[in-house]
């Protein structure tokens, strides 16, 4: 039987194949890097040395076959390579789960002024649709993800929505109170910025968020989106899922048909193996 093949677990590999799921399509997803238990990385965030305990990189050593940047052994020296004068540090996970397990899981939406630059600004390009083509996407994907954010549209940004949050917006912190105050007086309105945690409640079987002050780089109880938190729930629906298998080639049946092909991918005992797959779209 042919099936839809996705590579990688992170965020938008595991959003699909759950659509792919309930639509009643089998897939396969191929992970790089090796799956772990939340225990094992809490673990190792607590051994990070105090000095270190801003890497967010630091509970998640990478695998030789699944390379990502680490601070300690200076791999984005050597793996990851940027140019340019305004290059990024950025940091990525090649684990189960991909890179939403160190996210901050803030979730802003473009605006539809930030759609349309071009035509208002002069700079950059407009993208191809507008706002409103874009955005029952992401009311599904909020619902997906459980993301929590203020009902009241005056605290919306942009207000211009199809459905509601899934969650109310997490309350501001005394200090972010107090700041709220502050700026006001300066004619700023400081508004709650839509996160993928669950704010005083249980969704999606994670636990409501308890405050512990480690989203990145680890929410202890999966309070906060990670991919990782949905891929058993992926495999109960029928998916399976390979780890530390590394695809390095997609072979299309060009001649025939360009929907359908192999996957090649190489596992840690460096074996060479494809699976058949099927383009669906």
């Not at 203020?150 to 509601?164: C, G, K, M, V």
């Not at 200090?175 to 508004?191: A, D, M, P, S, W």
């Not at 512990?212 to 780089?217: A, G, K």
Request: proline fraction near 8%; include cysteine; glycine fraction near 8%.
């Amino acid at each position: 039987m042919l099936k839809s093949i996705i590579v990688g677990t992170g965020v938008v590999g595991a959003v699909i194949a759950e659509q792919l799921l309930d639509a009643g399509h089998s897939v396969q997803m191929i992970e790089a890097g090796p799956r772990v238990s939340r225990e094992e990385i809490v673990e190792n965030f607590r051994n990070v040395p105090l000095g270190a305990k801003g890497d967010t990189s630091a509970p998640y050593p990478p695998r030789p076959w699944a390379p990502h940047p680490f601070a300690a052994d200076k791999l984005e020296d050597e793996y990851l390579q940027l140019t340019g004068p305004d290059s990024y540090a950025q940091t990525y996970v090649r684990y189960a789960g991909g890179t939403t397990w160190h996210w901050a899981g803030t979730c802003w939406r473009l605006t539809p002024e930030d759609m349309g630059l071009k035509s208002l600004h002069g700079v950059g390009r407009d993208w191809p649709f507008d706002y409103d083509t874009l955005e029952p996407f992401y009311v599904r994907t909020e619902h997906k993800l459980g993301m929590c954010g203020p009902s009241n549209p005056a605290l919306q940004w942009p207000a211009r929505r199809s459905a509601p949050y899934p969650m109310e917006a997490l309350p501001f912190s005394p200090g972010e109170q107090r700041f709220t105050e502050v700026v006001k007086t300066l004619g700023y309105n400081n508004i709650p910025v839509a996160q993928a945690r669950n704010s005083g409640v249980s969704y999606d079987e994670r636990s409501a968020c308890c405050s512990s002050n480690s989203c990145v780089p680890v929410c202890p109880i999966g309070a906060k989106y990670d991919a990782a938190t949905s891929l058993e729930r992926i495999e109960r629906k029928g998916a399976t899922i390979l780890v530390d298998s590394v695809v390095y080639k997609v072979e299309t049946n060009a001649a025939t048909d360009s929907r359908s092909g192999e996957v090649l991918y190489y596992t840690t005992i460096s074996l060479r193996l494809s699976v058949p797959y099927e383009a669906t779209f």
